[in-house]
């Protein structure tokens, strides 16, 4: 294919384009003091034309018209990013103002964004996954799948709106059902990670990335606590995995993965979330009972013809998704010992015939799908 230059917009058009960004209509133009206009100005030209920096940067001053903020904006830009005079380098230039529209977040959305780095470039997550992640790693917090669902969205909206996620697929009334983060974003969100790992080794992202191994010899034992090798090759586990930090492991969409070993499980004692969704598996090992902080446990698309008596033993989990689970035949009984299970997903499984009459004495149960 031919390739096409995009020319840098005009020092006029990057500023129309900031200005819609960051005051919306008109007419609030008129309101502003002028010293926001100026500096708004002056942020403008620094980001040389590019529209995904004006946008992201404008975005993440929307709404602000203290002219104290606006100073703060601008001096950091200063201080920051002087070579920006500097044309020879503009991805690195382009990075490190966005870095900004990073910083500008709230904490609590600089740890949802960081998560979109656990699935692969450029791919379209559902909403719905997303909320699990954030649910999971106690981001956002409700006492029924409804309210967490609106929390998620709300979370997600101010993304959409700070430009740093884009909705790719949106239903009717604004509902978005698909987005994904922008490739620039994502690297920006690696290197924030990496950097984090440096300090504490907190977090292994390697969604993607054509994984034929598990990638034993880069966990660290103690400090790992995130792991994402979703969309995958991976054939096959380590019999042996010491990780005592792990909180959360995401092995999904890993098809040629059939087998859990049973030692590999053994060691998780702190492990909150497991995801094997889309994995080749057909069985769980007993040692699944071991996992006592576990809390989240999605085996939904597997081959998973029983659900094994240790998950009765997993008295934290509060969601258990066995979505689509189509060679499923049975449930065992003892699921009234699971007290804080909440959400519980056996819709689709085809040849599931009848349920325990323990799934009754859940009291903790609030959503049932069939």
Not at 33 to 57: N, Q, R, S
Not at 88 to 111: G, V, W
């Amino acid at each position: 294919m031919p390739l096409i230059s995009v020319e840098r917009l005009s020092e006029t058009d990057s500023w129309k384009l900031f200005k819609s960004c960051a005051f919306g209509n008109s007419t609030i133009e008129s309101t502003l003091p002028p010293e926001v206009l100026d500096i708004g100005k002056k942020i403008a030209g620094k980001c040389h034309g590019h529209p995904l920096a004006l946008k992201a940067f404008a975005a993440a001053m929307a709404g602000q018209t203290d002219p104290r903020q606006w100073r703060l904006a601008l001096g950091r830009a200063e201080a920051d990013y002087s070579f920006f005079g500097n044309d020879n380098d503009a991805e690195k230039r382009i990075s490190e103002l966005l870095s900004s529209s990073y910083e500008f977040l709230p904490p609590i959305l600089r740890m949802a964004f960081l998560y979109f780095a656990a699935f692969p470039e450029n791919h379209e997550a559902r909403t719905a996954d997303i909320i699990d992640i954030w649910n999971a790693e106690r981001l956002i917090t409700a006492e029924t799948p409804s309210e967490l669902d609106v929390q998620g969205r709300r979370l997600l909206n101010i993304m959409i709106d700070r430009c740093v996620v884009e909705g790719v697929e949106v239903w009717p009334l604004g509902r978005v059902r698909k987005c994904k983060m922008r490739p620039m974003f994502r690297h920006l969100a690696l290197q924030i990670l990496e950097k984090e790992d440096e300090d504490e080794g907190r977090t292994l992202f390697r969604a993607g990335n054509n994984l034929a191994e598990f990638p034993t010899k880069e966990i660290s034992q103690q400090k790992h606590q995130r792991i994402s090798l979703m969309y995958n090759r991976i054939t096959c586990l380590p019999e042996e995995f010491k990780c005592r930090g792990l909180r959360t492991l995401i092995l999904r969409h890993n098809e040629s993965l059939s087998v859990i070993p049973a030692g590999f499980l053994k060691r998780l004692t702190w492990l909150r979330t497991l995801d094997l969704r889309m994995t080749g598996i057909e069985s769980l090992p007993f040692t699944l009972g071991r996992l006592k902080s576990l809390e989240h446990l999605n085996v939904s698309r597997t081959k998973l013809k029983y659900l094994p008596e240790a998950v009765t033993r997993l008295h934290r989990l509060t969601s258990l998704n066995l979505f689509k689970c189509k060679e499923l035949e049975s449930v065992p009984p003892g699921m009234n010992k699971l007290e804080d299970l909440r959400y519980l997903n056996l819709k689709h499984c085809v040849k599931l015939r009848f349920l325990p009459l323990e799934i009754t004495q859940i009291a903790s149960l609030q959503c049932l799908i069939l």
